[in-house]
């Protein structure tokens, strides 16, 4: 079967390759069960080096977002996804010895980077880890997914630019990104409105079955913008400049 990108660039460092990966801008193994059969699970043309770092990213990400209480088996967006997680972190699931070697190891991560609290710690993702009571104390447990969030939403962010319009976004432009769930203290409602009335008036919104929702405009500074909802959980806002 011929290989879908030849030379030309990937989206992601913008080397050109005469041979090059299918990246998928959504995850392939994120995409709930509950996805129809017939929706395309978007690709675009990527490095072999960044497809294979990005892969490690979403990997580490997937386990620590979907174990949470916030991830519900009954929503039709997640249907499947804690299941998949629990799979690839348990050890009995492991088909042989490295396999399970690697869930250990997995797990241990994990771990070591929940946070047990009654309150919300800084730089967490709220509600994303089970909770509980403990002598009539309510407790959270959160966990932590620094330097994971950013790298894939710009991953996600430069694959959508790339299907959308065909462009490549120059190295030297500034994905911000803003995750309202860490940041919400310091995002001024004001401005969430002006955000969400931008795309509501001039933008379009595509919908990738019930797991991924993209809403994406232009704004009259000539500011990309784009609004990334994974599993009816997960919010994502990145913008850029279109030009320098």
Known sequence: ?????????????????????EDHIFPKSWYPVSTPQNIEKWVVPSCFKCNNKLGK?????????????GISPENIATSG????AIQMLIPSYAKDERSRRRKEVNIQGVLRDSIHTDEMPKGLMKNFGPSGNISGKSMLINVSIPNLLDPFAKKIVRGLEFKFKNKLIDLNRKITIIHPIENIDNIAPVEMENLNNILET????????PGFIVRHAVDVYGTSLYHII?????EMWASFPIKI
């Open 57 to 69: 990213i979403e990997n580490e990400l997937y386990q620590k977002l979907a174990i949470g209480t």
């Open 202 to 209: 001039s933008g379009m919104q595509v919908d990738r079955g």
């Open 230 to 234: 994974i599993w009816g959980k997960v």
């Open 1 to 21: 079967m011929a290989k879908k990108f030849a030379n030309q660039n990937c989206v992601h460092c913008l080397g050109y390759f005469q041979e090059l990966t």
């Open 81 to 84: 996804v804690s299941e998949k």
